[in-house]
């Protein structure tokens, strides 16, 4: 049964897959799976001795290491037995206990629960790079059948480069697999290359529509209508016959769709109008679509962000209005901008707060209160959101800064400096961008807290300062906040030191600033996009949801 909602889980997708997402409930899954962002592939070959500490993957990091871990992933894999198992044995005898047998590793347990979800009728593609693409089609060949495979696309994600020693590396691979031979295929296309119009499309009409000639006849005789002779021309001693009865070719006559030679007794020809064509079918190899380059109006600051027409190619081709579409690996949440767009439901899952956080603003941004979701994962107590400091402080602190909109100010890894956690930016009407400077803190609050985020404030020329704490700000802390005074703008007066508890997060309470629409700009402003979105209909049983 699919979702009754659209569903943003916090946490490792293996474990929300195996725990939450029914059999056969998910009609597209897309996934873009952290690599090696800065592309030093080399070092996914370097043997290991396997007593490395599990890293935790987060965004901006996207390495696998030979670990503990990854070797616990290797083996449980390969003792499920099957043809997963065997490919997984055959790249350890190859590739030996290397980082690239760590992301084949790691990988193997969440294709095959891929798999296990996504409908009869239902595809994935899986987004990669050509280092890593051979591994994982063997690896899907073993997961969906070798039958299975539909496509393997070529996607030129950035310009020409020069390169040392060998040919500049411009392009991505996407490999497309269908759960059985009956899925979902809608038929799409390009436009046609302005030189082919110009060529074949040579003539126009008086109101400017271009078309070409195309033949009224098709080789061989027939003896039934589209073997007569109409309007004194006998095509069947042509030794060929009419690709359309006589009473059809006198309709597209009179709708002026025919062409008459000038010499009398010629044959006419069918006028095929440009704009009554779909356009070439696209192929396997994609130039049509740009990358995102620095100054795109679409781009969030996100490294791995995917143009979101990419998606939507996608998505149209191998869904219909009303499916559900996957993405276990969903980080700034194009895939699901897309799905969203494009009238389908959606599950995302992201390991990350900071993606959490950059898909909550970029859904407000782009369609407002039009879009309904859950966030499954997230703390919702204040003993949640301690448990979450504690284990993770980063995470925290990102999680904490999401709630208001915020981003952190540094690395998810190594933190801010300089007494700044979190950084919000608005317009106030003017052109000038302000900005709010956040300070969380998951501990002990100190007497000077308030008083050290008034000078980061002044010193940074922001206009606002907030402090996000678990403790309560004692009465001197909050006599320190209000003698800062107030920031004025035309819609009134906002405190410049403002003071929230986790537990006022929680219960909705967010910052004093001007917040009408557009003005948030700490994430870089998705697109509008206004229209009307379908009601949910029902992926989990009720104990899970």
């Known amino acids: ?193 302005p030189e082919y119009i110009k060529t074949f499309f040579e003539q126009q009409d008086p109101d400017g529509r271009r078309w070409k000639r195309m033949d009224l006849t098709g080789a061989g005789t027939r003896n039934g209508e589209t073997g007569e002779v109409w309007r004194g021309l006998d095509v069947t001693a042509k030794g060929r016959h009419w690709a359309y009865p006589p009473s059809v070719l006198e309709q597209m006559d009179a709708a002026g769709k025919l062409h008459w030679p000038k010499s009398e007794g010629g044959m006419p020809r069918m006028k095929q109008y440009l704009d009554e064509m779909p356009g070439v079918p696209i192929q396997d190899v994609w130039t049509d679509i740009s990358p995102l380059h620095n100054l795109s109006g679409e781009r969030l600051g996100y490294p791995t962000q995917k143009p979101q027409e990419l998606l939507e190619r996608i998505i149209a081709a191998s869904s219909n209005s009303g499916d559900v579409v996957l993405d276990p690996f969903c980080g700034c949440g194009t895939t699901i901008a897309a799905a969203q767009k494009l009238n389908r439901r959606w599950i995302g899952i992201d390991v990350t707060h900071l993606a959490i956080g950059l898909i909550r603003t970029r859904l407000r941004d782009a369609y407002g209160d039009a879009t309904q979701f859950q966030v499954i994962g997230e703390p919702t107590t204040v003993e949640d959101a301690a448990q979450l400091a504690r284990q993770a402080p980063y995470q925290f602190q990102a999680w904490a800064l999401g709630l208001v909109g915020a981003r952190l100010a540094g690395s998810i890894k190594k933190g801010a400096d300089g007494g700044i956690d979190g950084r919000l930016y608005f317009h106030d009407g003017s052109d000038q961008t302000r900005q709010i400077i956040l300070s969380v803190k998951g501990g002990h609050l100190k007497a000077d807290d308030v008083r050290a985020l008034g000078h980061v404030t002044k010193r940074e020329g922001a206009d606002i300062g907030v402090l996000l704490s678990f403790e309560t700000p004692t009465r001197p802390m909050r006599s320190d906040a209000a003698s800062a005074g107030f920031y004025e703008s035309p819609w009134g007066r906002h405190p410049r030191l403002q003071l929230l508890t986790v537990a006022e997060l929680l219960e909705g309470k967010t910052i004093d600033y001007p917040r009408t629409a557009g003005i948030n700009r700490t994430y870089k402003q998705a697109p509008r996009a206004m229209r009307k979105v379908a009601e949910p209909k029902g992926l989990f049983d009720a104990d899970k949801a």
């Open 1 to 193: 049964m699919p979702p009754a909602e659209n569903l943003l889980f916090y946490g490792d997708n293996l474990d929300v897959l195996r725990r939450h997402i029914k059999d056969e409930s998910v009609d597209l899954v897309y996934l873009d799976p952290p690599f090696n962002s800065s592309r030093s592939y080399n070092v996914l070959f370097a043997e290991q001795d396997g007593s490395r500490a599990a890293a935790q993957i987060q965004a901006f990091e996207d390495t696998w290491r030979w670990d503990e871990a990854a070797s616990a992933a290797y083996h449980e894999t390969v003792e499920t037995g099957g043809k997963v198992s065997e490919v997984m044995q055959a790249f350890r005898l190859f590739l030996g206990d290397s980082d690239m047998l760590a992301y084949l590793s790691m990988m193997a347990p969440r294709l095959v629960e891929l798999r296990r979800v996504i409908t009869a009728t239902g595809s994935l593609y899986l987004h990669c790079d050509p280092t890593a693409s051979h591994y994982l089609k063997l690896l899907l060949d073993a997961v969906f059948g070798p039958d299975n495979f539909r496509s393997e696309i070529v996607w030129k994600r950035t310009s020409a480069h020069s390169s040392a020693n060998r040919y500049g590396p411009v392009h991505d691979v996407i490999l497309f697999y269908s759960r059985s031979n009956s899925y979902t295929w809608n038929k799409a296309y390009e436009a046609y290359d």
